[in-house]
């Protein structure tokens, strides 16, 4: 934290700029994360997403498989197996693979 952000807006300025990293590694950073903003080019998040307290393992476990297997859900149909969906933990936890070296296990905390 930079002292100037709450955690909730370091986590996200974080991750959008590994997201920004990885897909232009990948070549898929396009049109569809582009805005109009003064204060931005690309947008991965929200604006005014609302950070909530986790305040237990299981609550935490909730969260993560709703994440994991929102990629599944018609709207987005991303994926037909949550661990197919290359910019989800899912695979991390399931597997003990992923492609992002910044990713921990909150198991190891609980």
Same mark, same amino acid.
């Given at each position: 934290?930079? &002292?100037?952000? /709450?955690?909730?807006? +370091?986590? =996200?300025?974080f991750t959008?700029?590994?997201?920004?990293?990885?897909?232009? !590694?990948?070549?898929?950073?396009?049109?569809?994360?582009?805005?109009?903003?003064?204060?931005? &080019?690309?947008? /991965?998040?929200?604006? +005014?997403? =609302?950070?909530?307290?986790?305040?237990?393992?299981?609550?935490?476990?909730? !969260?993560?498989?709703?994440?994991?297997?929102?990629?599944?859900?018609?709207?987005?149909?991303?994926?037909?197996?949550?661990?197919?969906?290359?910019?989800?933990?899912?695979?991390?936890?399931?597997?003990?693979?992923?492609?992002?070296?910044?990713?921990?296990?909150?198991?190891?905390?609980?």
């Amino acid at each position: 934290m930079n &002292k100037k952000e /709450f955690p909730n807006e +370091s986590f =996200l300025k974080f991750t959008a700029h590994e997201f920004k990293k990885e897909l232009k !590694k990948s070549g898929e950073l396009d049109e569809k994360y582009v805005v109009e903003k003064v204060d931005r &080019k690309y947008q /991965f998040w929200q604006r +005014s997403s =609302l950070a909530v307290e986790i305040l237990s393992k299981e609550m935490l476990e909730q !969260k993560l498989d709703y994440i994991h297997l929102n990629p599944l859900q018609a709207q987005w149909n991303l994926a037909t197996d949550p661990n197919d969906y290359f910019y989800s933990s899912c695979s991390f936890y399931e597997k003990n693979t992923t492609g992002f070296n910044w990713l921990t296990d909150y198991r190891e905390d609980f």
